[in-house]
């Protein structure tokens, strides 16, 4: 099983900015795929932005040139670092990782983060 545990979330201004970790357990590997999902009340959750094992990045068109993804496999942890926050960002912000294993995907979630973007 794979555990996840995010933190770095909390209250900001807009135009501030916040770094989320997420820190990886159990049996992960470096192959697995470890993105940012975000829920914000009363909406379905949507991909932030994802980095695969060998490095490719892709980010939902709205936090495009904002939001930057990345991830130290030696830690086992995942980190978006968001820039110019607005009050559209406030969400849950989940930590997933994804396995690939014989044609079939698993996830595993973490318990999410609150990210509150207002003055």
């Known amino acids: 099983q794979v555990q996840l545990v995010e933190s770095g979330g909390g209250l900001v201004q807009p135009g501030g900015s916040l770094r989320l970790s997420c820190a990886a357990s159990?049996?992960?590997?470096?192959?697995?795929?470890m993105a940012w999902y975000r829920q914000a009340v009363g909406k379905q959750r949507g991909l932030v932005a994802r980095?695969?094992?060998?490095?490719?990045?892709n980010y939902v068109d709205s936090v495009k040139g904002r939001f930057t993804i990345s991830r130290d496999n030696s830690k086992n942890t995942v980190y978006l670092q968001m820039n110019s926050l607005k009050p559209d960002d406030t969400a849950v912000y989940y930590c997933?990782?994804?396995?690939?294993?014989?044609?079939?995907?698993?996830?595993?979630w973490g318990q999410g983060t609150q990210v509150t973007v207002s003055s």
């Open positions: 980095i695969t094992s060998n490095g490719s990045l």
């Open positions: 159990g049996r992960v590997s470096s192959i697995d795929a």
């Open positions: 997933n990782l994804r396995k690939l294993h014989l044609g079939n995907t698993f996830d595993f």
